[in-house]
């Protein structure tokens, strides 16, 4: 290999990439539109959510209940109904997603036997926001009951000691406001790595095919590995480029907590931008049209950083034979290190075995897809 034959094809493929706006702008816009869409459209603390009343009893104590839900932050009052049907038509309509009913003869209950019952009717229709709305109303039913025991306890001369025998004092570690941005923002990263390092490297090749130059590629003394070096290396440094502004708006912007090395990113960001540019050069290779190649690529790697990543959603919840599968993307390696980096300060030493994966899935790709290139035109 001669590093001067590599050369020549990378000052190419840089004066391809500046002559081609398109390039250029899968390049440099399209990081900074995922990371601020992404960034902000997804996330997954869920406040505020859409509450109606319908109080049939109109006591001190359905009142008081009723404040509990209205200073929550978790639950917005829309609406107080006079009847069932208004309370129906409330939630087929999406005015709000929990209705909370107090029957008549609720305070009566309380007085007299210690109990009550509350109605919470649930827009099932999205089963994850319904599953949190139930837990936070119990949340805030469970704490008017707690006071409304010590109100009891306390006139009968009980002291506060005698409701909590054994306390729990919870200690959140890495996201200690347990927000969702703090956990999605790396795997945003890892996304736009995979669609970007790809994009741009399927279109390498294919492109040679298209224009019809392919001819004169395969006429140079140039060897395969010599051309898959040469095509890669800008499109690596705009990738490295690309991953130093995603990660600096994670930081910065979306005030990401960083409590890792930069040395153990750069590393880790340099061997997954390596797994994604050899999988679009493979893809180039074996398909000749930029059009298919781009779209086989962001197969490849969009949808399984989305999905068996552990971006999107836990992987411990996947069906086992999932779970396997999972082990074959690249993508849950890296995530798996933005976030032990990210959160939790982890370095080289505890995420040994990630980037072990890491750097074989990239060695394999290399040969792969340097084999993958021959110097003929059938």
């Not at 004169?216 to 490295?240: C, D, N, Q, R």
């Not at 050069?281 to 059009?291: C, D, G, M």
């Not at 190649?293 to 552990?310: F, H, K």
Request: charge should be positive.
């Amino acid at each position: 290999m001669k590093l001067r034959r590599v050369k020549a094809i990378a000052v190419k493929e840089s004066l391809q990439i500046v002559r081609d706006p398109r390039s250029l702008m899968i390049a440099l816009l399209i990081p900074l539109m995922q990371m601020f869409m992404l960034g902000y459209g997804i996330n997954l603390d869920i406040k505020h959510i859409p509450l109606c009343t319908y109080d049939r009893e109109m006591s001190q104590q359905s009142l008081g209940l009723l404040k509990r839900f209205e200073a929550s932050r978790y639950f917005t009052l829309r609406k107080t109904a006079q009847d069932y049907a208004e309370l129906t038509r409330d939630i087929d309509d999406s005015s709000c997603t929990i209705a909370i009913v107090i029957p008549a003869g609720f305070s009566q209950g309380l007085n007299d036997a210690g109990t009550g019952t509350v109605q919470a009717l649930i827009d099932g229709t999205d089963s994850n926001t319904a599953n949190i709305a139930a837990n936070y109303a119990r949340a805030v039913i469970s704490g008017f009951s707690g006071d409304l025991q010590l109100q009891a306890i306390q006139r009968r001369g009980g002291t506060v000691q005698t409701l909590t025998p054994v306390d729990v004092q919870a200690r959140v570690w890495f996201n200690e406001n347990l927000e969702s941005r703090n956990y999605i923002i790396p795997g945003i990263v890892a996304l736009v790595m995979a669609i970007v390092g790809a994009q741009l490297t399927s279109l390498t090749i294919a492109r040679e095919w298209e224009r019809g130059t392919m001819e004169l590629l395969v006429s140079t003394p140039v060897k395969p590995l010599e051309l898959m070096l040469g095509k890669l290396l800008p499109y690596f440094a705009i990738g490295m480029l690309d991953a130093a502004i995603c990660l600096a708006l994670a930081v910065f912007w979306f005030d990401v907590p960083f409590r890792g090395t930069l040395a153990t990113l750069l590393f880790t960001t340099s061997l997954f931008l390596i797994v994604v540019l050899c999988i679009g050069y493979y893809v180039s290779v074996s398909i000749r049209s930029q059009v298919g190649a781009s779209q086989v690529a962001l197969l490849l790697t969009m949808l399984p950083t989305i999905l068996l990543s552990g971006f999107a959603f836990p992987i411990d919840q996947m069906p086992v034979f999932v779970q396997g599968i999972t082990y074959l993307v690249s993508g849950r390696y890296y995530v798996t290190i933005l976030k032990s980096v990210f959160l939790k300060g982890a370095g080289a030493v505890e995420l040994a075995v990630p980037i072990l994966c890491l750097a074989l899935y990239a060695v394999a790709l290399v040969v792969l897809a340097a084999r993958s290139f021959r110097k003929t035109l059938d």
